[in-house]
């Protein structure tokens, strides 16, 4: 007979044995039950971090076993984390990407996911959401919303002096329209002034800048992305240039220093800003009578694009999981994100659905972004050039010479592209 204590150990075999066969069996979902943390970064702002934050409540009921570890930093440290991160060889799996793609996918830092996005599903995103997240024809992230800027005017100070106010794009002011129209709305008593006619959210940054040398047929960078010199300090963009800095010096309309909150507190009277503006002065200021108008137009019109992508680091451990955050944030929860982020859909389905990106005031966005959306030079060498840039527009709207800012500008620049951004 064979003892109690002598059968134990075969049980316990059996048991590991059969435990073995089940796992091994088992098809490849059930072993993705596992409990498993995906780390999420995003751009800090509390709206967006609460729109965020339903959405991925909602992907974590839809995936019991997985969390999803969301953190957010300012804008201005977002992209030094990043670096550290990726440095450290600790980066988050799925996070926010703009138009600094390049310069993350040439150092390997971010996976190419042509692979994991189907022809329906590209086939359903603008033109101007696959300019951004793409480097040296390669997919690197998928847009979550598009943003676009318009002049936001101050709707009673136009009633007060019988100013129309366009509600189509065909209807923009040219420069010359725009120039007369700011002109009069600035108003001084001696040599202080009480209203200025033009302000700009993003103040001379490359942001707003762009446009104005664009609207004229101007460029910053060959489109080959390796030359600044005959681009940056071209005819075309010299005389862009000019033409904005007679805004600070000549007809005197914009201040060189930022007025905050100077537009609805009456001290501006038309102001550039993102679509996004709207919800923050709805916000804020609700008894603000204003209203939207098309960003003025030179020789053609051209209003910067762009947006967040999302992309995946090429270090997660979680391939495929990542991609089904980042397809969900995307596509399954665009219509969720456009409504509670306040952002432009950056998919067709969602345009064509939705009335009201075919109406007043959002129709005029949503135009502008598919017919005069223009974009920051997505290269390697990209923060090299918004630094330069920012330093050529600081100098220019104190009046110093535009073509000798623009040709040292120029050389510097060239050094940067040829070294790939380094």
């Not at 076993?65 to 201005?76: E, G, L, M, S, W």
């Not at 001696?190 to 460029?219: C, K, Y």
């Not at 345009?351 to 959002?362: A, I, N, S």
Request: overall charge positive; hydrophobic content about 45%.
């Amino acid at each position: 007979m064979v003892s109690r204590s002598a059968r134990r150990p075969a049980r316990w075999l059996a048991l590991l044995i059969l435990v073995l066969v089940v796992v091994i069996g088992a098809p490849p979902g059930a072993i993705a039950q596992q409990k498993t943390t995906l780390r999420f970064w995003m751009s800090a702002d509390p709206a967006l971090e609460a729109a965020m934050d339903a959405l991925l409540r909602g992907f974590m009921r839809t995936h019991p076993n997985v969390t999803v570890q969301r953190d957010a930093f300012p804008f201005n440290e977002y992209h030094q984390k990043l670096t550290t991160a990726f440095a450290s060889g600790d980066p988050p799996d799925v996070f926010w990407m703009d138009v600094r793609t390049a310069i993350f996918a040439s150092a390997g830092s971010l996976l190419v996911l042509e692979k994991f996005l189907t022809p329906q599903n590209k086939a359903d995103i603008i033109a101007s959401g696959l300019i951004e997240p793409v480097w040296k024809s390669n997919l690197y992230g998928v847009p979550m919303h598009e943003l676009t800027e318009g002049l936001f005017v101050n709707r009673t100070i136009f009633e007060e002096a019988g100013i129309k106010i366009p509600q189509r794009l065909e209807e923009a002011w040219t420069w010359d329209e725009f120039v007369t129209i700011a002109r009069r709305l600035t108003r001084r008593t001696g040599e202080r002034t009480d209203v200025w006619g033009f302000g700009v959210l993003r103040h001379l940054s490359d942001w707003s800048i762009l446009p104005v040398i664009m609207q004229n047929n101007g460029a910053v960078i060959s489109p080959d992305l390796k030359k600044a010199t005959g681009y940056l300090n071209g005819p075309a963009t010299v005389e862009a240039m000019k033409w904005y800095q007679s805004l600070f010096t000549t007809h005197r309309v914009i201040s060189f220093d930022p007025i905050p909150d100077g537009f609805p507190t009456g001290k501006i009277a038309i102001f550039q800003a993102p679509s996004t503006y709207r919800a923050a002065l709805d916000a804020r200021f609700p008894d603000f009578k204003y209203a939207v108008v098309p960003m003025f137009k030179g020789k053609r019109c051209a209003v910067t694009a762009g947006g967040w992508n999302v992309s995946v680091a090429t270090r997660t451990k979680n391939r495929d999981l990542s991609w089904s955050l980042v397809d969900y944030l995307t596509r399954e929860r665009h219509a969720e994100w456009v409504r509670t982020s306040g952002y432009l859909p950056v998919r067709k389905s969602v345009l064509q659905r939705d009335p009201k990106f075919r109406q007043y005031p959002w129709g005029i966005f949503v135009d502008q972004l598919q017919q005069c959306q223009v974009h920051r030079p997505n290269t390697p060498a990209y923060n090299f050039f918004f630094d330069t840039f920012l330093a050529v527009a600081r100098d220019t709207a104190l009046g110093r010479d535009v073509q000798s800012l623009l040709d040292a500008a120029a050389a510097r620049l060239d050094v940067s592209l040829s070294r790939g951004g380094r």
